[in-house]
């Protein structure tokens, strides 16, 4: 079964040809800069998006499961808020499994739901789309393949709107990086549309480290595919066995940074006349963020990008917290809107 078996309850647009340019010129950017690194983003292509499958049913990667808990519990409080039919708008949405609660909870509610999807990886979002339509005839799927600031650029608002931002996804976009972010969603929403945040939050050391570092290197896996992605598509020759994943948590930051450590001095082709890359030993590819929230700090980011808290809620480890904001009206004090 694929999405065009669907007709016209799937819509798909893509735009790839950014995501391959892009790719090229922030890996070539990224590995030239002297704090090396490649965007997070980058880790999510088709074996990317699978190994991420694999890491939510890891025993230390507790986060989906707390996530699930609080969907299964406040999905139809969070639907009922709203008194018109919602749209579901997802950023991230990669395997859209969590996001069924709350698709299910609005089909009890409308009888029938518009689920938008935005994911830069196009074989997540086909594989969601096949499942979803499937299981619920009551569901209509708009894929938009693409960076969140491409798509979320061009989106226009549309009224009675629910942004869902999963899976600790806005931690991935720490300081300055989560401002722009959630400033783009604001613009791409009509005023009283409503946002969902799923986000983990600062705990103990231990805990937030060991979920980045699971002992079958399913994670490890999932870092070093972003090395296989470049020698794949750039035609690179960077020997991957050359390096460890790690995560440690920097209190500077507040944030689990990942990285990839090269164990030897080496220098790679970078592929098709684009020169080499060099690493000592021991130097670190920045890979990825994963910011840990309090409440004060998502109050405080909420407050500067036009949003008003509406709902805050946690487990009772206080490990994870759903997060509901609301479009604000007001837009005076945020600047560049
Ligand atoms: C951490 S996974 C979360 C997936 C899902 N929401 C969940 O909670 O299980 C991040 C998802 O966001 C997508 N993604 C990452 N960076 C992106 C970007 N800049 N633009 C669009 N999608 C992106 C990835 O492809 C992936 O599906």
């Known amino acids: 079964m694929n999405v065009a078996d669907f007709g016209d309850r799937y819509r798909e647009r893509i735009w790839e040809t950014h995501i391959a340019e892009d790719f090229e010129r922030d890996v070539l950017a990224g590995l030239s800069a002297v704090q090396k690194t490649i965007p997070s983003k980058y880790l999510y292509d088709a074996l990317g998006s699978a190994l991420f499958e694999a890491i939510v049913l890891l025993p230390e990667y507790d986060l989906p499961r707390r996530e699930s808990a609080l969907l299964e519990r406040y999905a139809p409080h969070i639907i009922d808020r709203s008194t018109r039919r919602l749209r579901l708008l997802e950023l991230g949405s ?4 969590k996001t069924r609660t709350l698709i ?8 029938s739901v518009e689920y938008t999807a935005v994911d830069i990886s196009l074989d997540a979002v086909r594989n969601a789309a096949v499942q979803l339509l499937d299981r619920y005839p009551e569901v209509t799927v708009r894929a938009l393949v693409g960076d969140y600031f491409q798509v979320l650029g061009e989106v226009a608002p549309q009224p009675a709107t629910l942004a869902l931002f999963l899976g600790s996804n806005l931690g991935n976009y720490p300081g300055e990086r989560g401002v722009a972010f959630l400033r783009a969603v604001r613009g791409a929403l009509a005023p009283s549309d409503m946002l969902l945040l799923g986000v983990d939050l600062r705990k103990d050391r231990a805990l937030m480290e060991r979920a980045y570092n699971d002992d079958i290197g399913v994670t490890a896996a999932f870092s070093k595919n972003v090395l296989a992605r470049i020698n794949r598509d750039l035609g690179a020759e960077i020997d991957i066995g050359n390096f460890k994943h790690s995560s440690v948590f920097d209190e500077r930051t507040g ?9 030897c001095v080496a220098s790679y082709s970078l592929g098709r006349g684009r020169g080499t890359v060099s690493f000592a030993a021991g130097e670190r590819i920045h890979i ?3 910011h840990k929230f309090t409440h004060n700090e998502l109050r405080v980011l909420a407050d500067e990008c036009g949003f008003v808290e509406r709902g805050f809620f946690t487990d009772e480890d206080a490990a994870f ?3 509901l904001l609301e479009r604000g009206e007001e837009a005076a004090k945020i600047s560049g809107l």
Do not use: P
């Open 94 to 97: 990669g395997s859209s499994q």
């Open 104 to 111: 299910e909870a609005a089909i009890e509610r409308y009888g």
């Open 255 to 263: 944030s689990v940074e990942s990285y990839l450590i090269a164990a």
């Open 288 to 290: 990825e963020s994963s």
């Open 321 to 323: 917290a759903l997060v």
